[in-house]
């Protein structure tokens, strides 16, 4: 290569560098300090930014002040695009805060300044907020709407705000007393714990208001005097949304009360410390519906500025920056008939075990009734029980019985005992000898022969229980029902010893009373009922379907039995000839079998069937006691957990709600 060559090239490389250092004007390094201020202010950490005219650590703190009655809320903050002008520069900052379903959005200018080789962000409080002064603050309030109402049968109100007294002690108002004194006093008269309710007086402020009990306004037995006696005592009117009655329907419905930790976390931002929200059943599912949602209100104050010099000021001294009304909640409706419901539950205010009464409509599918007894300590033991269901399952038995060609006309044997690969299965305690030996399918249906059906074990498959008990909106999902429940669980597949225990509601089959009440209902309607409590169920949170995962607490039902994934519809459903000869069956077990107690209930017939389930490991093992019944239009099932024989144990209880239902 010539030198002139090598010259020009030479020329040509310090043209080329010289060009490419005149482009790199510094604005990359101004794009990432913007970058870096954004991140950082997102994260509501500024400690690691180079500022212009203020300490980092004293930013970062000044950061926290402002923000601090957002927590823990924290903003998404985007740099937008850089305006470069020699050794300054300017990027505009997009905020977006959430707060609920509100959206806060702002845009605020930052300052660069270049520092020799560096980028510094140029401090002022305005890049956190709009107009923000170096004195001020960010400042929140908010205010929840009523709660809205959730509703029963023709929308009568079935929890709706009604009126209480707060008791406690207002330790302003003690003046000379013995504060402990008095909260003994306190506790003592409206029966809360004393040493408890002594120790939270104790430990609260001197201008607290320390509550001790929420009392309905209306049937309370503590006066007013008897509160007033007591030094520091008050009572204090308010309202709140309350079932007519501390136990309406508390395990169906939920209660309302202040959110917990635990609901706190798991809402990100949507419920903080002090807020109302649903508490369990369908307050808590339908949360968001009933809740609305709160007026949010972002203001600008000094960070000097007391409550008392608002409170006396003649114009607010705060700025608005956002604020965004509220939204009503809206009613949620459901089919739950007061009437109906606190007759089940009155029905079973005296059963001791776990209990459950489930009344419905089989025209409709609506569930008039879901009542869960004392016994059952606040749990949803009618929707979410699961129980072996003995031998009120011998309905299904008898559908696939009729598929195969049998009426209840037809012959079987009812022996007294009936051996199953080395286990030998009986009849209950009690069964009448004049019903053994060959008799009609209806006759061991209305005396319940165990050993009749078992006998019919390799004439039925299993897989034929798990398809007449789906023909029977048994074991399947329910979409329309609108709340969480367990509908039962067939499984497909059973041998030997399991499959003789699946003709008579043993095994792992398990229904819960609501199912039990489906699959009777469905009897009444010649047809699969599909059962539906909640009627606006898209009004707000998404329904829950059915769940198989849920248990009772100690429910020893479940400790030999796993549920079943629920199946979809039948293809084949119960048809209106199939259900006529069931109804017939039904019928019999009141004229001429175990539930010849219900022939007196007035109105329409009845048809029943008993069921008594063995479980545990105890000798003579407990049982569960099932009876359900159609009577017109009304479908019933009434569990015991632990009550001996259906008829003897559930049958009376069946009887009582009958009747009174009219």
């Known amino acids: 290569m010539g030198k002139s060559t090598k010259l020009s090239l030479a020329i040509a490389g310090l043209i080329l560098g010289t060009s490419l250092v005149a482009c790199d004007d510094g604005k990359s390094g101004a794009e990432a300090a913007a970058q870096q201020l954004a991140g950082a202010v997102s994260a509501l950490d ?89 004195s001020e603050i960010v400042t929140k309030g908010s205010q929840s709407p009523q709660r809205a109402d959730i509703l029963g049968a023709g929308d009568v109100p079935l929890v709706t705000y009604r009126p209480v007294v707060n008791v406690g002690i207002d330790k302003p108002q003690l003046g000379a007393a013995d504060p402990a004194d008095s909260a003994g006093k306190l506790a003592a008269l409206v029966g809360v714990d004393p040493a408890a309710y002594v120790q939270q007086v104790m430990a609260a402020g001197a201008q607290a208001f320390v509550p001790a009990i929420t009392l309905r306004e209306e049937g309370r037995t503590i006066s007013d005097e008897q509160i007033a006696a007591i030094p520091g005592a008050r009572g204090i009117p308010a309202s709140i949304p309350l079932a007519p009655s ?3 329907a508390r395990a169906v419905l939920g209660s309302v009360g ?58 607010d001294p705060r700025r608005v920056l956002f604020q965004v009304a509220p939204k009503p909640g809206t009613p949620l409706k459901t089919t ?29 599918g609506a569930v008039l009734a879901a009542a869960s007894g004392p016994g059952s300590n606040g749990y949803n033991t009618a929707m979410l029980g699961q129980y072996a269901p003995g031998s009120i399952f011998k309905m299904v038995d008898s559908l696939a019985m009729f598929r195969n060609g049998m009426t209840p006309d037809s012959t079987v044997q009812c022996t007294p005992t009936l051996a199953v690969d080395g286990r030998t299965f009986k009849n209950s305690e009690g069964y009448p000898e004049t019903s053994l030996g060959a008799v009609t399918l209806r006759d061991a249906f209305a005396h319940s022969c165990n050993t009749a059906f078992i006998s019919q074990r390799d004439a039925v498959s299993q897989g034929q229980l798990e398809a007449a008990a789906t023909s029977m909106g048994v074991a399947v999902e329910a979409p329309k029902l609108g709340a969480e429940a367990f509908l039962g669980s067939v499984p497909g597949q059973a041998q030997g010893t399991e499959h003789a225990a699946s003709m008579i509601g043993q095994g792992k089959v398990l229904l819960s009373p609501l199912a039990a009440a489906i699959m009777a209902g469905s009897v009444a309607k ?33 400790a030999t039995a796993t549920a079943e994934a629920p199946s979809t519809a039948s293809d084949k459903p119960i048809t209106a000839a199939e259900a006529a000869l069931l109804v017939d069956m039904m019928r019999a077990v009141v004229t001429s079998g175990h539930a010849g107690f219900l022939s007196s209930v007035p109105g329409a ?23 359900v019944a159609v009577h017109g239009d009304l479908s019933v099932a009434v569990f015991v957990e632990d009550g001996g024989l259906g008829a003897t144990t559930s049958g009376p209880l069946l009887k009582q709600f009958l009747t009174a239902a009219g």
């Open 526 to 558: 010649g047809a699969p009922v599909s059962a539906q409590l909640v009627l606006n169920p898209d009004a707000g949170a998404p329904a829950a379907g059915t769940t198989a995962g849920s248990t009772a607490p100690a429910a020893e039902a479940t």
């Open 605 to 627: 017939p009845v048809g029943a069937k008993t069921g008594t389930a063995e479980f545990g490991t105890e000798n003579p093992p407990k049982t569960h006691a099932w009876i």
């Open 46 to 134: 500024v400690g690691s930014v180079a500022f212009e005219g203020k300490d980092a650590a004293a930013a970062n703190d000044q950061l926290h002040q402002v923000f601090a009655a957002l927590d823990p809320q924290k903003p998404e903050v985007q740099a937008g695009a850089l305006t470069l002008d020699g050794d300054k520069a300017s990027a505009p900052l997009n905020y977006t805060w959430k707060f609920g379903d509100a959206e806060w959005k702002y845009t605020i200018g930052a300052n660069f300044k270049k520092s020799g080789d560096k980028w510094l962000t140029v401090w002022d409080p305005a890049i956190l907020a709009p107009g923000l002064a170096d």
């Open 246 to 248: 501390r136990t309406f």
């Open 336 to 364: 739950l008939d007061p009437r109906l419901q606190s007759l089940a539950e009155t029905t079973l205010e005296k059963v001791g075990p776990a209990s459950a009464i489930v009344a419905l409509r089989p025209s409709t």
């Open 258 to 315: 202040e959110a917990t930790a635990e609901q706190i976390d798991a809402s990100k931002g949507v419920l903080t410390a002090g807020d109302v929200t649903g508490i369990g059943g369908l307050q808590q599912q339908y949360d968001e519906q009933l809740r609305g949602s709160d007026a949010v209100v972002i203001r600008a104050q000094r960070a000097d500025l007391t409550r008392e010099q608002i409170q006396s000021a003649g114009t």
